[in-house]
């Protein structure tokens, strides 16, 4: 089952800043839900070709991904790529908007093995997930000011 799932929220920061902590491993279980542990396996700083592994929970199963770093353009993009438990491209873009700016997250990707089975779950499950995710980032980046 294809999974394309996209959500936005306008963020009360800079791209830059919205940027800067969405690229910091370290802040991912901050935000991301799910997400109990990241690691850059690549040497600091994050950029294209870096390599970050993730321990998640998902459907009630503990799992590891790595995820690579397809693209890099601060402020304004970064885009990763996941090939194993499922196979999933994860883009962040950051515009300007009105002294804010306008975060968005695209998840796209296919299930398998485990999750092929349970693909009627997945998707509004991941969707869910991603719109919770891109609210929390937002609570958290403006109750830092």
Same mark, same amino acid.
């Given at each position: 089952?294809? !999974?394309?799932?996209?959500?936005?929220?306008? !963020?009360?920061?800079?791209?830059?800043?919205?940027?800067?902590?969405?690229?910091?491993?370290? #802040?991912?279980?901050?935000?991301?839900?799910?997400?109990?542990?990241?690691?850059?396996?690549?040497?600091?700083? +994050?950029?294209?070709?870096? &390599?970050?592994? $993730?321990?998640?929970?998902?459907?009630? $199963?503990?799992?590891?991904?790595?995820?690579?770093?397809?693209?890099?353009?601060?402020?304004?993009?970064?885009?990763?790529?996941?090939?194993?438990?499922?196979?999933?491209?994860? $883009?962040?873009?950051?515009?300007? #908007?009105?002294?804010?700016?306008?975060?968005?997250?695209?998840? &796209?990707?296919?299930?398998?093995?485990?999750?092929?089975?349970?693909?009627?779950?997945?998707?509004?499950?991941?969707?869910? #997930? !991603?719109?919770?995710?891109?609210? $929390? +980032?937002?609570? +958290? +980046?403006?109750?830092?000011?």
């Amino acid at each position: 089952m294809p !999974i394309d799932v996209s959500a936005e929220a306008t !963020i009360a920061r800079l791209p830059a800043e919205v940027m800067t902590y969405v690229s910091d491993p370290a #802040n991912d279980p901050s935000w991301i839900g799910g997400v109990v542990e990241a690691e850059l396996l690549s040497d600091p700083p +994050l950029a294209r070709g870096s &390599q970050v592994r $993730r321990t998640a929970k998902f459907l009630g $199963r503990r799992f590891d991904y790595v995820t690579e770093v397809t693209e890099w353009q601060p402020p304004e993009a970064l885009a990763m790529r996941a090939t194993s438990p499922f196979p999933m491209d994860i $883009r962040y873009e950051f515009q300007e #908007n009105g002294g804010g700016t306008l975060a968005r997250v695209r998840v &796209q990707g296919e299930g398998g093995g485990f999750f092929r089975l349970a693909a009627p779950l997945l998707a509004p499950q991941v969707r869910r #997930n !991603i719109r919770a995710d891109v609210e $929390r +980032l937002k609570a +958290l +980046l403006e109750s830092e000011r």
